[in-house]
Nanobody
């Protein structure tokens, strides 16, 4: 079993930065890969980044590539999403999720077993 809690969301002006954290409790997180998703009002929940276990590969959606960085600290049981140069279109609730294995389908929501409740990110002037 794994429980996930996101934190670090808030209000930021365009061009600003935030670092989101996803803290896990329960099982050791070394057994899981972790994804970050986001969902704006009336929109579908969309994968934006993934950090694997084992090979420790990372992946990004085109919409955030070059601006966001995913990382993990297994000892702290925490996954991070550093978000730089934030833009209004980044406004959404951000979720972390854990998967045993995604293969090549890291963007597929049905690959993830556990989900956090989300943290709001608002980018506005």
């Amino acid at each position: 079993q794994l429980q996930l809690v996101e934190s670090g969301g808030g209000f930021v002006q365009p061009g600003g930065s935030l670092r989101l954290s996803c803290t896990a409790s329960g099982s050791e997180i070394v057994w899981y890969g972790f994804g970050w998703f986001r969902q704006a009002p009336g929109q579908e929940r969309t994968a934006i980044s993934y950090h694997s276990t084992g090979a420790e590969a990372v992946y990004y959606a085109d919409s955030v590539k070059g601006r966001f960085t995913i990382s993990r600290d297994n000892a702290k049981k925490t996954i991070y999403l550093q978000m730089n140069n934030l833009q209004p279109e980044d406004t959404a609730v951000y979720y972390c999720a854990a998967a045993r294995s995604t293969g090549s389908n890291w963007m597929a929501r049905d690959k993830y077993i556990y989900w956090g409740q989300g943290t709001q990110v608002t980018v506005s002037s």
